[in-house]
């Protein structure tokens, strides 16, 4: 039918002619083809309703289902929809379009000309989907708003929904999510909808069946003296006062504290206890504020006092045996932090060479078991002789890196969390001391130091680090190499291997990043090993950026790390995907009932 025929019949352009309605009270049920939709006719009490056929839950034709009373329901997952206006009462199935229907002179009308706004839709049901955890839903909503170049939004949205829901305030979820952020430069656009879609999942399943969290106001007016708020606020953090502290937090950010200060004030409080909850409530905080460089800062009160009861909470070392017995680390800890002022200088004064940073990993790493104070000697020694606050920080972090990547598979399982605690919240306090450089930051790397002299039992025996083998490399892409050996339980060994095989040059570390983030987003979500490649990652993209001229300093470390950690815990039942993958393949309106 073309547009003057439909014009002729008193219809606008866009209304099409399907079928005479005698035929569809026989059939009761029929489709017909307008545009680019298939049109579900229903002949119901007698009216006739016009519905895409397709279902919106995962495209099952609605011309099978089933009408009664009001409602067609569709007979693959039963999802109940009213005829009217489309509306489902199983939200899991999302709203099924409605046409408007005209019959005239014995014919059926209906016009398909969409009124719906896809965008707005789709930020409704990610809202939705995310109330209800429900993880398909989300991952349709994500597919479509990434394909409209939205991240920043998707992010917002995930951003808020968690801080908002979770009456515990900032949980895994949103480090997830934060973690899925950063690693989304240089990811395939179906990439990057999965790696959004994992994130705002793991909120959604954070704040399932949590209260609300009502954020405390501000004090009635602002004021000048931030650094009293930040004294505060250490001291309402120290008797666990979450109330007051997180009131100091945003009334500070009412007065107009920047970025830098503000993190200054959550990390000094942090840092205040020696690595407080294994290093959780540092990695957090660092961030919920990368995340607050993603979104724009438009919800810093909301975000920041987030993080507060986790600090005020949390377990701090000093009630810890292994840091009391039978050294007393906090004792040694404390007599150096009261020289770290004298030892600091932010810019450093020598090069990195001269100030025997060369060998300060290798001293922390296998410091004498019975004198932890020398890891933290050789850190003050290294800033007195010139190092910088970063240098010495880069150098901790590599120490972290290089004891997963020397773990030896005779430890336990679990063990392995031991050094990824270590090594993440190293890569935390480098990050905040990068935004917030001062010695009282470096607390936090001298902590690090002394966790990773702790930690020296997971290398006992130590694994050997992988050279690179002589010779051309197989030609399959790396990329599936490692995923078939990902395949297969606790290869880790071989995939530290194969990974430094690769990295031999510029390019074939880009491509190991790459298969790691890949590697990653196939398996279901174990927030430790997303930890573990995401500050990997950071690491290696500093050394290779910043820290070549130290040539002591291996990038190829972390990326063997992080595979080896991830060849410990793969393969999951990588059913995540697998749900993503069924709402990639609704997007792209393939047909899921066939077989
Ligand atoms: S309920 Fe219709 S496809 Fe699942």
Redesign the pocket.
């Known amino acids: 039918m073309n547009t003057s025929s439909i014009s002729a019949n008193g219809h606008g352009a866009d209304w099409q002619y399907t079928m005479p309605v005698a035929e569809l009270m026989e059939q009761q049920l029929a489709t017909a083809r307008v545009g680019d939709y298939t049109v579900a006719l229903v002949y119901h009490k007698d009216q006739v309703h016009a519905i895409d056929n397709r279902?919106p839950?995962?495209?099952?034709p609605m011309d099978r289902g089933s009408v009664r009373n009001g409602l067609i329901t569709?007979h693959?997952?039963?999802?109940r929809f009213d005829l009217q206006s489309g509306g489902a009462f199983?939200l899991w199935?999302d709203d099924v379009p409605t046409f408007p229907v005209d019959v005239r002179d014995g014919g059926i009308w209906v016009d398909v000309a969409s009124t719906l706004d896809r965008v707005a839709h789709s930020e409704e049901r990610l809202q939705m989907g995310m109330e209800r955890s429900l993880s398909l839903v989300v991952g349709k909503a994500v597919i479509l708003l990434e394909e409209r170049n939205l991240i920043d939004r998707i992010l917002a949205t995930g951003l808020r929904f968690g801080c908002e829901n979770r009456n515990e305030g900032w949980g895994q979820g949103l480090t997830i999510l934060g973690c899925m952020a950063s690693m989304l430069d240089g990811l395939p656009r179906e990439q990057r909808a999965l790696a959004l879609s994992h994130g705002l999942a793991a909120v959604a399943g954070d704040s399932a069946g949590s209260a609300r969290r009502f954020l405390v106001q501000s004090l009635p007016d602002t004021t000048d003296d931030l650094d009293l708020l930040k004294t505060w606020f250490r001291e309402f953090i120290e008797v666990r006062d979450t109330e007051g502290a997180e009131r100091c937090v945003v009334s500070a950010i009412r007065s107009g504290a920047d970025g830098p200060f503000l993190m200054d004030m959550l990390a000094s409080a942090i840092l205040d206890h020696r690595y407080i909850d294994t290093g959780h409530p540092m990695d957090f905080c660092n961030r919920a504020f990368h995340m607050l460089d993603m979104t724009g800062w438009t919800e810093t009160e909301l975000v920041l006092s987030s993080l507060v009861r986790l600090v005020a909470g949390a377990m701090r070392m000093e009630e810890s045996h292994a840091w009391r017995h039978p050294d007393d680390l906090i004792e040694i800890l404390n007599r150096a932090f009261a020289e770290l002022p004298a030892a600091y200088a932010e810019e450093g004064s020598a090069e990195p060479r001269e100030t025997g940073a060369s060998t300060l990993v290798e001293t922390v790493l296998s410091g004498h078991p019975n004198e932890p104070a020398l890891a933290v000697a050789a850190c003050l020694d290294a800033l007195r002789a010139g190092l910088s606050g970063e240098g010495l920080a880069v150098h901790i972090c590599y120490a972290a890196a290089m004891r997963i990547a020397r773990f030896h598979t005779s430890n336990e399982i679990g063990d392995w969390d031991t050094a990824l605690h270590t090594f993440t919240f190293g890569m935390a306090v480098l990050q905040a001391y990068q935004r917030a450089p001062s010695a009282d930051m470096l607390r936090g790397i001298l902590d690090t130091a002394m966790s990773v002299h702790l930690d020296r039992f997971l290398n006992i025996p130590a694994q050997r680090i992988p050279t690179p083998a002589d010779g051309p490399g197989p030609e399959e892409p790396f990329g599936e190499r490692l995923n078939d050996l990902l395949d297969q339980q606790y290869r880790v060994n071989q995939s530290g291997q194969m990974v430094a095989d690769h990295c031999t040059n510029e390019a074939g570390q880009n491509e190991v990043r790459a298969a790691l983030k890949e590697a990653l987003l196939r398996e279901d979500r174990d927030f430790h090993t997303i930890q573990c490649v995401e500050a990997a990652l950071t690491l290696h993209d500093q050394l290779r950026r910043n820290w070549s001229h130290c040539d002591w300093l291996d990038p190829v470390i972390p990326l063997v790390a992080a595979a080896r950690y991830l060849a410990a815990h793969a393969p999951t039942m990588r059913a995540q995907g697998q749900t993503f993958g069924i709402a990639l393949r609704l997007h792209r309106g393939e047909d899921l009932?066939v077989g």
Not at 76 to 79: F, N, P, R, V
């Open positions: 279902c839950h995962m495209g099952y569709c693959w997952h039963h999802a199983d199935a009932a």
